[in-house]
């Protein structure tokens, strides 16, 4: 875990490595338990695109904090069913630690 200093306001972030064997199974893990909006692939990456409320990233609430996630992965395998193919997909799971 990290704290970012590059955001406008301070941020903890945890950064996770899934092999794309497995990115699938937690794709649809984080969309069930977390509201993340499926991945997409645009252009060269894999990335969550925003719902019609505008909310892209999943979110929980635990006591007092609200963490943000995303994923996404390089895109250089444009389908899929490829997703084994790619190596690495990253969750990140952020708390900003000042309130927005």
């Known amino acids: 875990m990290q704290k970012r200093k590059d955001a406008q306001i ?7 490595q899934v092999k794309g ?7 649809k893990y984080l969309i069930h338990a977390f509201g993340m909006q ?3 692939h645009i252009c060269c990456i894999w990335e ?12 929980f609430k635990g ?17 899929r069913k490829d997703w084994s193919k790619i190596d690495w997909f990253y969750v990140t799971v952020e708390l900003p630690l000042n309130p927005p």
């Open 10 to 16: 301070s941020v903890l972030q945890a950064r996770y």
């Open 21 to 27: 064997t497995f990115a699938s199974s937690v794709e």
């Open 38 to 40: 499926p991945l997409r």
């Open 48 to 59: 969550t695109v925003p719902n019609e409320e505008g909310s892209r990233y999943g979110s």
């Open 63 to 79: 006591g007092e904090f609200y963490y943000s996630i995303d994923m996404g992965a390089d895109g250089a395998f444009g389908e």
